[in-house]
């Protein structure tokens, strides 16, 4: 038998392994080909880490490609407005409202306004890993705290796009023209994000009212409550087992993790969304050479430090023994593993592994098909780090429609200027990327 052959049925994430009643996974967790088990909290913080980095590589590309801020975070507010328009929008025909209050356990008696918008903000928070409190809420004025941020690695981009994301929401969802102060706000990495939302039938309009959504933050009319209350400094339900919203409603870890796999990487879809307004049709294959480039980079330098090979390697329980595709195999399956996609492994020998998933998860609900390339370029930078430079990833364009397969292999990779006098063997021309 095989060596991928025997993995299978032990494959942390296999499909087999699904609770009848709940729909979910048994095991909210991951396990390396060498049976290294994580924890869940180790699986949600490992998937907010790579969601903040994948956001930093498409953000940073988007920066080359429009290096107006005005013009960028515009573009990215924009596309994350109309996202929840056709979301939350009573148009939508999608009642996302009357779903969202039967979850949160939001009675009736509370009227549409931004208390709802708070419920919403906290839960989005909560499934980013931002742990914070909100210390006072009505139908209009709310007061919330962050006091860590996994996505602050991205810059003030990621800020400025989450506030015009509340705006839209509070407009579409309930039907409230709203203020919006990040009051606090002293530069990412302030460990008290102090959030204001109020509205304006109660408090005028914002002093910015003429300008972007994302430029409506602080200092708020109303006055600052005093800093100094104590602060959290993770996610209770990374420890309970258990989310609980503001108003009491209770969720299990693997009921919140179906709900909010692919929230962490909202901030890479945004950038995506963004490109394909600012750019040309006839200048977007050079657009994405930058995202390559840029993806390529982070792949070499994730595991560019020998030590950081050798953390990687520990971490996954790689034998001394194993030093070829496999490595760079375990470690993707490990993000597919955070990432709830349906994957395998078809080949896992020390000259080839082939591992392929599910390309509607992949590409974010099948909206995002850049995201393969991107993931191309990513792994193919890893190889060469936490392998070597004789290892190529390639995407197998003969795959099934439905899948997307990665082929781990030695090959031939760069741009080679012909010399006269001088051939080239084919493998070298065929590997040439």
Aim: aromatic share 12%; with cysteine; net charge negative.
């Amino acid at each position: 038998m095989k060596e991928v052959e025997k993995m299978i049925p032990e494959n942390i994430s296999d499909l087999g392994m699904i609770d009848e009643d709940s729909g979910l996974r048994q095991f909210r967790g991951m396990m390396s080909p060498w049976d290294k088990i994580k924890s869940f909290k180790e699986t949600y913080l490992f998937l907010t880490r790579h969601a903040g980095l994948y956001g930093v590589c498409y953000i940073n590309a988007l920066k080359i490609i429009e290096p107006d801020y005005e013009k960028r975070t515009s573009a990215m507010s924009e596309c994350w407005g109309q996202s929840i328009k056709y979301m939350w929008s009573p148009e939508s025909g999608l009642n996302m409202k009357e779903n969202f209050r039967e979850k949160q356990s939001i009675p009736p008696f509370i009227k549409d306004g931004i208390y709802f918008s708070a419920c919403f903000a906290d839960q989005g928070d909560e499934f980013m890993a931002m742990p914070g409190y909100i210390w006072y809420a009505t139908n209009d004025y709310v007061e919330k705290e962050i006091h860590h941020c996994p996505f602050d690695i991205i810059g003030p981009e990621a800020c400025d796009v989450s506030i015009g994301g509340a705006q839209n929401f509070t407009q579409c969802a309930c039907g409230v023209p709203m203020k919006n102060y990040e009051s606090e706000r002293m530069g990412c990495g302030d460990p008290y994000c102090h959030v204001i939302f109020d509205t304006e039938r109660k408090y005028g309009k914002h002093p910015n009212a003429d300008g972007h959504d994302w430029e409506k933050w602080g200092p708020a009319p109303q006055g600052m409550r005093e800093k100094g209350a104590p602060r959290k400094e993770e996610c209770e339900f990374l420890t309970t087992g258990e989310y609980m919203s503001p108003l009491g409603q209770r969720w299990t870890v693997g009921e919140m993790y179906k709900e909010c796999v692919g929230w962490p990487l909202a901030y890479s879809t945004n950038a995506v969304q963004a490109m394909r307004v600012l750019v040309k049709p006839e200048d977007m294959e050079r657009a994405y050479q930058i995202v390559d480039v840029i993806f390529d980079t982070a792949g070499k330098s994730l595991f560019g430090d020998t030590n950081l090979r050798k953390e990687a390697r520990e971490w996954m329980g790689v034998p001394e023994s194993v030093d070829d595709g496999r490595v760079l195999g375990g470690y993707i399956s490990m993000i597919y593993q955070a990432r709830c996609l349906d994957w395998r492994f078809v080949e896992f020998s020390e000259e080839r592994t082939v591992i392929e998933c599910d390309r509607f998860g992949l590409e974010m609900m099948g909206q995002h098909p850049e995201f393969v390339r991107a993931y191309e370029a990513y792994f193919n930078g890893m190889a060469k780090t936490l392998v070597n430079c004789q290892w190529v990833v390639k995407e197998d364009k003969t795959a099934p429609k439905d899948r997307v397969r990665f082929n781990i292999e030695k090959g031939l990779y760069g741009f080679r200027r012909q010399k006269p006098g001088y051939q080239f063997e084919k493998e070298g021309e065929k590997n040439d990327q």
